[in-house]
């Protein structure tokens, strides 16, 4: 787990906040007793996680494509190919959805806006060198040029639910790779 106190206490009012905003078909899907608190999403969103981002193109047509999604300090991180098509779709419309699903037993649906964390023309975000080093100890220091090859983001959520109908399931089921568990 990497969430400070301060960011545990915060994405728990926002997952209450998005859930009482929710309509009522989907309050009858997820509730009180079908959801995770900030604390359990935390343990249970460990190492990678794949994620459906869905981005929009300048004609405002949706695309949908996978990334490797990192939950650290609240909030999902993701990277791709600068040259990637969700790269440039990002970089001009920076409003997400992703979705991170296991099965029938965890649905985590998120809406927000993403911030680059290492631009090329640009100052990084203060963080990165922290989230960078978390990055190449998962992927490996030589996986990609850092510096060139790849983008990374953080997704700034404005709404964010969770589906977790048996969190003792779950939590059997999740048994993360020691190996892939840096700290960020």
């Not at 009012?13 to 079908?34: C, F, K, M, P, Y």
């Not at 900030?38 to 004609?59: F, H, N, Y």
């Not at 949706?62 to 990637?84: C, E, M, N, Q, Y």
């Not at 589906?163 to 892939?180: E, F, G, R, V």
């Amino acid at each position: 787990m990497h969430e400070t106190p301060e960011e545990l206490e915060e994405l728990q009012t926002l997952l209450d906040a998005s859930l009482s905003r929710s309509t009522s078909h989907l309050r009858s899907i997820i509730n009180s007793e079908r959801t995770l608190t900030a604390e359990q999403l935390t343990q249970v969103l460990t190492g990678m996680c794949t994620l459906a981002l869905s981005t929009v193109t300048a004609k405002g047509e949706p695309r949908i494509s996978g990334v490797d999604g990192h939950f650290l300090h609240g909030k999902w991180h993701f990277g791709t190919a600068r040259g990637a098509a969700k790269a440039r779709h990002l970089a001009v419309r920076p409003a997400v959805s992703a979705a991170h699903m296991r099965g029938e037993d965890l649905g985590v649906f998120t809406h927000g806006k993403v911030e680059i964390l290492n631009p090329w023309d640009g100052e990084p975000a203060a963080d990165w060198p922290g989230l960078l080093a978390y990055f190449k100890d998962f992927y490996g220091d030589d996986f990609f040029d850092w510096d060139n090859d790849v983008v990374y983001y953080r997704l700034h959520p404005y709404w964010m639910t969770v589906y977790a109908p048996d969190l003792a399931k779950l939590t059997a089921a999740s048994s993360p790779d020691p190996q892939h568990r840096p700290q960020a």
